[in-house]
Nanobody, 125 residues
Framework: QVQLEESGGGVVQFGGSLRLSCATP????????MGWYRQAPGKKRELVAI???????????TYADFVKGRFTISGISAKKTVFLQMNNLKPEDTAVYSC???????????????WGQGTQVTVST
């Protein structure tokens, strides 16, 4: 199992901002997709934002419609880290946000999917 290190959750007021970060171990050979999903109480897990080819310059981001214009995902290839900048947060953004990564551990490994433990984001009115 690949340990994904998450940070940045917390409590913020309506309209506020938070930044989440997620890092893979430095010895990971290759990363394909990396990003964030969220799950609110009583709801299914849903994609928030994901970036493809995160270790390549110009990786392609994909956003859920409900965060377009408010959230920005970015990656630092040298540190194998992605960030999710969340602005103009709304109470409906309250959820557990989990990092996702599709990686190859070594040059001879198959691709495998991994999840972080999740970080709580709470937006108060």
């Amino acid at each position: 199992q690949v340990q994904l290190e998450e940070s940045g959750g917390g409590v913020v007021q309506f309209g506020g901002s938070l930044r989440l970060s997620c890092a893979t171990p430095e010895n990971i050979f290759q990363i394909n997709d990396m990003g964030w999903y969220r799950q609110a109480p009583g709801k299914k897990r849903e994609l928030v934002a994901i970036i493809a080819n995160v270790l390549n310059t110009g990786g392609t981001p994909t956003y859920a419609d409900f965060v377009k214009g408010r959230f920005t995902i970015s990656g630092i290839s040298a540190k194998k880290t992605v960030f999710l900048q969340m602005n103009n947060l709304k109470p409906e953004d309250t959820a557990v946000y989990s990092c996702y990564a599709n990686v190859r551990r070594t040059s001879w490994s198959n691709w495998s999917e991994h999840w972080g433990q999740g970080t709580q984001v709470t937006v108060s009115t």
